[in-house]
């Protein structure tokens, strides 16, 4: 999961994006937004234009002794009681990638007192619908739109989005971010930005009604936003948070990962190719016994199989940035790791995979590279280069890549040609078998592995858990499902770091506290989705940033999650309930398992099916064997669920380097798609499909894109 990317952003950041504003000025707050911070009700001059403020006396407490700060509509947080404006100035922004601009009222703020701060950007009162989106990220300490997009967090392309449709954006610094921002992080920022944007809302545009809102994040602001729906009630009335992770995600999912790259390693080519298109299906063949206990025992923990097909990049995500917690809360596992009984530090092969070897730094390069005098090995990867000589003796910096001679560290401060090092992974290895000794005592079925029958765990265990820890400080408290308002969640079914079972854990939680969830709750999975929110965000910070051809394997969530808060205010503001649930199964393995039609699955996804034949009744087969030079006649069929919209765009990749062609549409049918190919050299190729669906059908728009993908093996003789 990439809990720990920090945004790469500044205020007022132009590269992407074109912003016109007036000279600062300053501002005269109206008597109105003055009562939200004394706690008064005042009526403004213009009482025709803003009706009168319910009277706002109490403070926000606790529901619990020692509990999270609950936060309604009708109290104050103690902390964050004063806001303030010092910025409001007209502006623009252009979205590169969609080439679509929009004009905004910019307001820009915080809450005295404190580092919390909040920018608004409001649309033009003539595109104003009523509502207000608002996009978060535990990190983020900046509160302006990033101008990359996509971007973790508020970004150009998000705020593009929200005012296209009507929309304002609320969008915060998370006051300084995690952990600077301490308990004001978590939630807090969030929910009273986004209670003081009504009232500068209603002044803006003049009106007495309550705009509707709407918090959506991902991964780590999927924490956040499931914290903020379990903690306020009344100030956000939907969200949507995207792939999200169990209370117990963090460092376990990404350790697993590690632990699977290494003992797997000359093995992972096979095991993907088993478990793509046309392969033998059984990733376990030739592998040894290590290797298939290691497969099963990641696989079960949520790894999804088919993720492996990007296994040459795959480094444990943001593992580097979260180990470090773990060294401060747990310091003494790695030495009762490699000591004590019970521990895998005793077994001849992961003692052979120890490495502690000194060298010297040959040269220092750019990037916080370094020519070590040794080639390192692999196994070395998220392990600690020990500064021994110099100012920073002592000191160690987290290797986060080797390529021959040369590593990367997280900062080569200090570090100079000739300074003696030490490369070790007795950390590294040790954390690759950490989530066998973190079972939560909150259960998560991926966990049951780890338990023998009669309950007791099958090794040693820590005194302490650190997944909770890190879930509340994002999240200000752990996740139980009883959220209040309407939530969609988005999941993805290839997540290599938020295991795709986490949804329906937190499924089962919500049901388990509140009941029936059918007026509150829908779960959309996304086939082909991984958990970067576009293939064109490589930048930033996803899971498969260096990996080749990633659109012949993976699809956008953007367009799903546009939709899923389009569809949610639709629910809020009239009551017309969105798409269901996605079907699907979690299967002995904890590998979610999608009904194989569109009209079952359900959710918002088209399902696309390919095969070879010469008419559109040919199957959809994983393998087809055809002859050099010929015209080989290739069938998609694709389908959307009920009420979901229509297949508006067609692509293919017959070589499979991700170079896709478009075929016309016609727009409103659902026939099955037909094109001919040729190949002119022999060998074994991929062919790949990409359907994209719209709600309206609307081919032009660049919103609520919805898509999927299928592909099959072709040997060419």
């Not at 994002?474 to 009883?482: E, F, L, P, Y």
């Not at 199964?585 to 996804?605: K, T």
């Not at 994209?692 to 093996?713: E, H, K, M």
């Amino acid at each position: 999961m990439e809990h720990c990317h920090p945004s790469k952003r500044s205020v007022r950041n132009a590269d992407c994006a074109t912003i016109q504003i007036q000279t600062r000025r300053s501002i005269r707050i109206s008597p109105l937004l003055l009562a939200f911070g004394l706690g008064l009700a005042v009526v403004p001059e213009s009482a025709s234009a803003v009706a009168q403020e319910q009277a706002v006396t109490a403070a926000c407490e606790a529901q619990s002794a020692g509990g999270s700060l609950f936060i309604s509509e009708n109290c104050n947080d103690p902390e964050l009681s004063k806001p303030y404006v010092d910025e409001r100035k007209p502006g623009t922004l252009t979205d590169e990638a969609s080439g679509v601009s929009v004009s905004f009222t910019y307001v820009n703020g915080g809450f005295t007192g404190t580092k919390a701060r909040f920018s608004f950007y409001f649309p033009p009162a003539e595109k104003y619908k009523g509502r207000f989106f608002q996009t978060t990220y535990p990190t983020i300490g900046v509160e302006d739109a990033a101008p990359g997009c996509p971007e973790i967090g508020t970004s150009t392309c998000s705020v593009v989005f929200a005012l296209s449709n009507g929309a304002y954006v609320v969008s915060t610094n998370n006051a300084g971010g995690v952990p600077a921002g301490g308990a004001l992080s978590a939630y807090r920022t969030n929910a009273a930005a986004a209670k003081y944007s009504r009232l500068l809302a209603k002044e803006t545009y003049q009106t007495s009604t309550r705009p509707r809102g709407y918090i959506y994040g991902a991964s780590g602001g999927a924490y956040q936003t499931v914290g903020s729906m379990e903690n306020t009630s009344g100030v956000w009335d939907g969200a949507v948070p995207m792939v999200f992770g169990v209370p117990n995600a963090i460092p376990n999912f990404m350790a697993s990962q590690l632990l699977a790259l290494r003992v797997l390693r000359d093995k992972l080519p096979q095991i993907a190719d088993a478990v793509a298109p046309g392969g033998s299906g059984d990733p376990f063949a030739g592998l040894s016994a290590e290797q298939r206990d290691t497969l099963k025992e990641v696989t079960r923990l949520g790894f999804p199989l088919k993720g492996w097909w990007q296994y040459a990049t795959l480094n444990g995500g943001g593992f580097w940035a979260v180990e470090g917690a773990v060294r401060a809360i747990d310091p003494s596992y790695m030495e009762d790791f490699w000591s004590k009984p019970g521990y895998e530090g005793s077994e001849p092969s992961v003692q052979a995979a120890r490495v502690r070897q000194d060298t010297t730094v040959k040269n220092v390069g750019e990037g916080n590279e370094l020519m070590l005098g040794v080639e390192p090995s692999k196994d070395l990867l998220n392990g600690d280069l020990v500064i021994k000589d110099g100012s920073k003796a002592g000191q160690s910096v987290v290797i986060t890549g080797i390529e021959g001679s040369k590593v990367k560290v997280v900062s080569a401060s200090g570090i100079t040609a000739g300074t003696a090092v030490r490369l070790d992974n007795s950390w590294a290895v040790a954390l690759q078998y950490y989530s066998r000794h973190q079972v939560p005592t909150l259960h998560q079925y991926g966990w049951d592995q780890y338990v023998k029958k009669d309950g007791a765990p099958q090794y040693p265990q820590r005194s302490v858990m650190i997944g909770p820890i890190l879930n509340a400080s994002s999240a200000g408290s752990v996740a139980s499902g009883r959220f209040h308002g309407k939530m969609i969640m988005a999941e993805s079914v290839l997540d290599v770091s938020a295991y795709p079972w986490s949804a329906d854990w937190y499924r089962q939680q919500a049901q388990a506290a509140l009941g029936d969830l059918s007026g509150s709750f829908r779960l959309w999975y996304m086939d082909h989705a991984d958990h970067g929110p576009d293939i064109a965000g490589l930048t930033a910070g996803v899971a498969f940033e260096h990996s080749a051809h990633v659109a012949d394997h993976i699809v956008s969530y953007f367009g799903e999650v546009q939709q899923a808060l389009l569809d949610l205010d639709v629910w809020v503001a009239k009551g017309i309930p969105p798409a269901q649930s996605t079907n699907y199964r979690i299967d002995a393995d904890d590998q979610v398992q999608l009904a194989p039609e569109a009209e079952l699955r359900g959710g918002i996804q088209p399902v696309v099916t390919l095969g070879v034949g010469r008419t559109s009744d040919a199957l959809s087969h994983p393998t087809a064997l055809v002859k050099k030079g010929a015209d080989i006649t290739f069938w998609a069929k694709a389908q959307t669920p009920p009420s979901a919209g229509k297949i508006v765009k067609i692509e293919w990749d017959f070589e499979g380097d991700a170079h896709f062609t478009a075929q016309p549409v016609s727009i409103g049918h659902e026939p099955a798609f037909k094109e001919v190919h040729r190949f002119v050299r022999p060998g074994t190729y991929f062919p790949v499909v990409r359907v994209t669906a719209q709600r309206d059908g609307d081919a032009n728009t660049p919103f609520g894109l919805v898509q999927n993908l299928a592909s099959i093996r072709v040997t060419v003789r």
